[in-house]
């Protein structure tokens, strides 16, 4: 469910500056994240941007988890 799920983020040179973005489109995982952090509901989210499905939801957040989640090695 992982891999299909970060199948959906796609990082393209010419979109958004190489940022990851949702299936290709112009938005941003960074743009789901602030949404999610600023108190919107999935389904707020979902009715705020209607080219969204709630996996790509579900991919953001998994994205972010992966990308923050790296071995700390103590001095």
Do not use: F, W
């Not at 112009?26 to 707020?44: A, C, F, K, M, Y």
């Not at 499905?53 to 990308?67: F, G, H, M, V």
Request: charged share 25%; net charge negative; with cysteine.
């Amino acid at each position: 469910m992982n891999e299909l799920l970060l199948s959906r983020i796609t990082i393209d040179p010419e979109k958004c500056g190489g940022h990851p973005c949702i299936r290709g489109m112009r938005i941003r995982v960074i743009d789901v994240i602030e949404l999610l952090s600023n108190g919107l509901t999935h389904q707020q989210i979902l009715e705020e941007l209607p080219d969204l499905e709630e996996d790509d939801i579900k991919a953001a957040l998994k994205y972010a988890s992966a990308r923050l989640n790296h071995p700390v090695l103590a001095a």
